[in-house]
């Protein structure tokens, strides 16, 4: 709009100085006084006095919606900074010492699910009434899938990034496990229950465009085996990522899996560790492309956490 005037102004002046080229001083002179006269006529006609406070009201206008653009911006980037994990605690609780508190969904059914000819469920523990979380791990389990299908490149993970070497040990035998369990009531599905000692973490590695993200931490999960198996597989990946979109990082990582399994229920740990700072959307300086260690352990951590992400909130 400011332009806009300005062209006027610029407009009136070129035309004077097209006329000093080609008149005598006297006609120059008349010629100017007649042009002076008309542009103060056309300037204050009440069409161009409308057209003005038009403009300046729209000047004003986008004058206040760039401050209040540069105010948005500034209180988002500081949101950012100190709000940078709302988005994994939406619609999230933590357990303390093994207990949900404030619960108020009644006794609820801990269900593991895992693909075959089709869905199967089981129930494998519950949350009582006072948000107390219990596991009945069943003696035996009825397996529709193998080793091999739930564990290897294609399985839970897909953090294999290039064909390399996986030794298995009877990769055909019966399988059954999930990173994530559901959480029902009367049929209905309420939410899923992941354990592990970051909500960041669990949240990732259960989201398949979130494998990389996040920060460092494990998750654990159940598995059940017919029989003895193992999968032992060493992988070093490097090479240029352009995660923030702007911005590439040399990266070098690796992941290793050193599963041994026993008939029966395991309890699977798989960590997180190091970091590549990038930045991230949602404003985190998250860590991409981070060494991934998965290996069977005996017992539950002392500091291992139970979270509950509800579906209906």
């Given at each position: ?106 006794v ?9 000819v ?18 009945n ?18 399985g ?93 990082l ?10 041994h ?33 998965h ?11 139970y ?7």
């Amino acid at each position: 709009m400011k332009i806009f005037i300005k062209t006027i102004v610029l407009v009136s002046i070129s035309f004077i100085g097209y006329m000093g080229t080609a008149q005598t001083p006297k006609k120059q002179k008349k010629q100017m006084e007649e042009l002076m006269r008309k542009q103060d006529s056309v300037m204050n006609s009440p069409q161009m006095k409308e057209m003005m406070q038009k403009i300046q009201e729209m000047q004003k206008m986008q004058d206040s919606m760039n401050a209040k653009y540069a105010t948005a911006n500034e209180t988002k980037s500081t949101s950012n900074k100190n709000n940078a994990d709302d988005w994994y605690w939406q619609n999230t609780l933590a357990s303390t010492q093994g207990k949900f508190n404030g619960w108020s969904r009644g006794v609820v059914d801990i269900v593991m699910t895992y693909k075959g000819v089709r869905l199967q469920t089981f129930k494998i523990g519950s949350i009582k009434e006072d948000g107390s979380i219990i596991f009945n791990l069943p003696s035996s389990v009825n397996t529709k899938t193998t080793f091999e299908r739930q564990m290897g490149p294609q399985g839970l993970f897909f953090d294999i990034y290039r064909y390399c070497p996986i030794n298995y040990t009877n990769k055909k035998t019966g399988f059954v496990t999930n990173t994530a369990l559901l959480i029902m009531k009367d049929g209905k599905t309420l939410g899923n229950l992941t354990i592990g000692n970051s909500v960041r973490v669990t949240k990732n590695l259960t989201t398949q465009s979130g494998i990389d993200s996040g920060d460092e931490g494990y998750i654990l999960y159940w598995a059940y085996a017919n029989e003895n198996c193992a999968l032992v597989m060493d992988q070093e990946w490097s090479g240029k990522v352009y995660k923030d979109g702007t911005n590439s990082l040399d990266v070098k990582t690796n992941v290793n899996y050193d599963l041994h399994f026993k008939p029966g229920w395991n309890l699977v740990k798989t960590e997180v560790i190091g970091k590549y700072p990038l930045e991230h959307e949602r404003g985190l300086d998250v860590s991409w492309f981070k060494n991934h260690r998965h290996t069977v352990i005996s017992s539950l951590p002392s500091d291992a956490i139970y979270y509950f992400r509800a579906y209906d909130m």
